[in-house]
């Protein structure tokens, strides 16, 4: 007989690919032989490849005219000679429910909240929140508990709401050539003259960005107190916001947009002395780097998308964010800091705490 095989669906953003992890370990350590595929875009799939957790990739690109009709058919084709047990809408998308519709997946499950839009309509296994949330309310509980409990309600398997260790994403270790360009990006064969901090400037949606002025403050703050150097880590198209940024500090910062593979960067943020950052998928490759962080919510619910490893990490979070997803009754929580608004003042001081000089 035939190994059991399942299929996650996640065609959001790199954050969002992690978080289903943990789901497909409850699979793995409940169902005997089970085996799991997992479809993303082509950003999360380095960090993917190779996951113990994850025995098949596919990788979907709908961006830029994407697939197409015959790719799109042809990536069906794939994944319904990999088999399937089950299918999950980690991402409620209606371009995963159809390709799982035509790949001949049959029982498609997707979680959704009472009285909010429902997922797509090819997600037809709909497991209402009351059923699948855990002991907290659903806005206190971490997505990849959320997603996690998903595919334990829907195979019937046992779920304490808590994340195993060996459940979690970790990096493919770095080669000895990317750290190598590491070093040489960063400039580290040179005398260095204090901590090298590194800073993602914009999220993937506007409403997560933080002013350029703030991060120019917090540059010129840190150059006086520890004589740091910066860099600026992005996509090609941040260069624009890093060279703003270089005409408003009085701080020397480096522009490596574009200049780093994904693991490239991976490898980058093992070198760094700290990390500062918006809420966007650079947060969570620090954290699972090991790499000490700041990382600025400025529209996001720290709860629910916070980094999976906590240490050396502060979350820096605007008041109106507990308004907005109802959790001032969950707070407070170690390593959450809530203000009225993130100041320069409220990062330098974190960032004092993880360099040892505060």
């Not at 005997?32 to 996951?51: I, K």
């Not at 994340?163 to 040179?190: H, M, N, Q, V």
């Not at 860099?231 to 780093?260: I, M, P």
Request: proline letters at 8%; charged letters at 20%; aromatic letters at 8%.
């Amino acid at each position: 007989m035939a190994d059991p095989c399942f299929v996650g669906f996640q065609l959001k953003n790199i954050g969002d690919a992690l978080m289903c992890l943990p789901a497909f370990g409850l699979i793995k350590e409940g169902i005997p032989g089970a085996r799991t595929a997992l479809v993303v875009r082509p950003p999360a799939a380095p960090l993917l490849e190779g996951s113990p957790l994850v025995d098949k990739l596919f990788v979907a690109d709908h961006g830029h005219g994407g697939l197409g009709i015959g790719g799109t058919f042809r990536l069906a084709s794939e994944l319904g000679l990999f088999g399937c047990e089950a299918a999950f809408g980690f991402d409620h998308k209606g371009r995963s429910g159809f390709l799982s519709l035509i790949a001949g997946h049959k029982r498609r499950y997707a979680s959704f909240i009472p009285g909010y839009e429902r997922p797509s309509w090819p997600w037809r296994d709909l497991i209402p929140e009351p059923d699948w949330a855990g002991p907290n309310p659903l806005m206190g509980t971490h997505m990849a508990v959320c997603q996690a409990a998903l595919a334990a309600k829907a195979l019937g398997l046992d779920y304490d709401y808590s994340l195993k260790e060996s459940w979690l994403p970790t990096l493919p270790p770095p080669g000895e050539g990317e750290l190598e360009d590491a070093s040489s990006l960063l400039g580290l064969e040179r005398p260095r003259r204090g901590p090298v901090i590194g800073l993602c400037l914009r999220g993937r949606q506007p409403e997560k960005s933080w002013p350029l002025g703030y991060f120019a403050a917090v540059l010129e703050g840190l150059k006086d107190s520890h004589g740091a150097e910066f860099c600026v880590t992005g996509a090609q198209e941040d260069s624009r916001a890093a060279q703003a940024l270089k005409g408003l500090a009085k701080a020397e910062v480096s522009d490596l947009c574009g200049k780093t593979t994904l693991l490239g960067l991976a490898a980058l943020l093992t070198k760094l002395d700290l990390f500062i950052t918006v809420d966007t998928g650079s947060a969570h490759l620090a954290a699972l780097a090991g790499c000490p962080m700041v990382a600025i919510y400025t529209a996001s619910n720290p709860l629910q998308w916070a980094p999976f490893n906590s240490k050396g990490m502060r979350l820096l979070c605007y008041d109106l964010v507990k308004d907005r997803f109802g959790i001032a009754g969950l707070l407070p929580k170690e390593g959450i800091g809530f203000h009225p608004y993130v100041s320069p003042g409220d990062v330098l001081r974190s960032a004092a705490e993880l360099l040892g000089g505060g």
